[in-house]
Each structure stands twice: as C-alpha cells, then as structure tokens.
C-alpha cells in the first residue's frame, strides 16, 4: 500500500486571506495578501500600477506557512 502525503494546510491570515506568491518575468519575486484572484488582481493594480502584464502568472500560488517561511529567508539573503 503506498503511503499518502499529507497536505499542508494554506496559509491565511486573521483576515481570512491568503498569501498569494508569484515571480516577476523580469526576474524578482513578490506577494500579495488578498481573498481570492478577483482581489489579487485589484491588489496587484493599486500596489504596482501597470505592472499586470508583468507577472508571471504559471508562478502564482498560495502560501503554506513552510513554503512561507522559505520565501522569507529567500528574501532576507538579499537584504544580508
């Protein structure tokens, strides 16, 4: 019998939303905390304006809290 894997749970926040991560084309990598796409995409217009075009959407996933955490210290190295 093969032995299934456990799923990690999405990581939300006290809001009920998610920590959507995703890369730019450009290079580079970001997030945004949003409910659900519709949101996200808002998300996305406010915070970087015409950058739409710029994400590489088939990057874009929610966060598990571990998947979380790597992106982080990710993200402090360059900052090290």
């Known amino acids: 019998m093969l032995k299934?894997?456990?799923r990690e749970p999405l990581l939300k926040n006290y809001r009920g939303q998610y920590r959507y991560l995703f890369?730019?084309?450009s290079g580079g990598f970001n997030d945004i905390?949003?409910?659900n796409l519709v949101e996200f995409k808002k998300k996305l217009k406010r915070e970087?304006?015409?950058?739409?075009?710029?994400v590489?959407?088939?990057?874009l996933h929610k966060a598990?809290?571990?998947r979380s955490r790597e992106w982080d210290r990710i993200g402090n190295m360059w900052w090290d």
Do not use: I, L, M, V
């Open 56 to 59: 590489d959407y088939s990057t």
């Open 64 to 66: 598990t809290p571990s």
């Open 23 to 25: 890369n730019w084309k």
């Open 48 to 54: 970087y304006p015409g950058s739409e075009s710029q």
């Open 4 to 6: 299934q894997n456990k």
């Open 33 to 35: 905390w949003a409910e």
